[in-house]
């Protein structure tokens, strides 16, 4: 797989912005994919995916700091090792009942700015079906599929988080070490550049809700979170309403009348070797 010719799927307007926002060099990026691969190669005991397309991902999460990549993907693998509850033969098909609940949903369209637009739901977990391990497994399986694309990998996601619903039962599911892995997975382990958090709809117990996350959550992925409550004219600002569903404020059919996440999707997440 190292030797897999790399063939760039970008338009010339997203390689534009993978120079401007991620430093990305076209005439160097071959470069760059051979300096990461050659130091993980000698990594003791990592056996990692060395392929053009998998290491971009770290090179533009982290824009092509060579030193912040490499420690990306160590951290990927030391993730997949010690997260055994998470990672171990995990499977969109695996998690379907999560998805099927309508608890995360890639909403197919992108926020003002280019960035994936993710819908998470809190609310709809079913408490007696299954855990709060098995959200973070969705989240997981969202984001691999998600990061496939080189598009989002130059734009990021952007994750709108509904709290309708969501009760102390839920609260009381929500352990500490819940939103300690799910920060931790979004900012040190996933090569996923979260750009936008928009939380919608939050009840009168949010205050609780957050402060779980909030001792996780470093600055400057606290600097792009946003609070809209129902006011959606606000969430409007950053996505066009004429995209988002009827629920919000817009005009694109209700979730339930759209194609949720492809549960059956091709998807396949590898348990390597960590060190």
């Known amino acids: 797989m190292a030797t897999e010719k790399y063939v760039c799927s970008l338009t010339e307007t997203e390689i534009e912005a993978a120079i401007e926002q991620l430093r990305e060099d076209p005439s160097t990026r071959a470069i760059e994919i051979k300096t990461l691969r050659e130091r993980l190669e000698k990594y003791p005991g990592l056996q990692a995916r060395t392929d053009p397309y998998f290491l971009l991902r770290f090179l533009r999460a982290r824009k092509f700091d060579q030193e912040a990549a490499f420690q990306l993907v160590i951290n990927y693998y030391k ?6 509850e998470i990672f171990d033969d995990l499977k969109p098909s695996r998690v379907r009942h999560v998805f099927e609940s309508g608890y995360c949903t890639s909403l197919g369209i992108t926020d003002k700015k ?26 997981v399986v969202t984001i691999e599929k998600l990061i496939e694309d080189e598009r989002t990998q130059v734009y990021g996601i952007c994750l709108v988080v509904d709290y309708a619903g969501f009760g102390l039962s839920h609260l009381a599911r929500t352990p500490p070490s819940f939103a300690m892995r799910l920060c931790r997975l979004w900012q040190d382990v996933f090569p996923a550049r979260l750009k ?4 919608v ?8 809700i957050f402060g779980l996350f909030k001792p996780f959550l470093k600055q400057k992925l606290l600097s792009r979170i ?10 409007h600002e950053d996505i066009d309403a004429e995209l988002l569903p009827e629920a ?28």
């Open 79 to 84: 993730a997949r090792r010690d997260e055994g």
């Open 114 to 139: 280019g960035a994936a637009v993710v819908l998470d739901k809190p609310g709809k977990w079913d408490v007696d079906r299954f855990s709060e391990l098995d959200l973070i497994k969705a989240d």
């Open 196 to 199: 936008a958090v928009h939380i």
């Open 201 to 208: 709809n939050e009840p009168g117990s949010f205050g609780s």
């Open 226 to 235: 946003k609070f809209h409550g129902s006011k959606y004219s606000t969430l």
């Open 248 to 275: 919000y404020g817009g005009s694109a059919p209700d979730i339930k009348d759209t194609v949720s996440f492809p549960v059956t999707c091709d998807l396949t997440i590898h348990n390597l070797e960590a060190p």
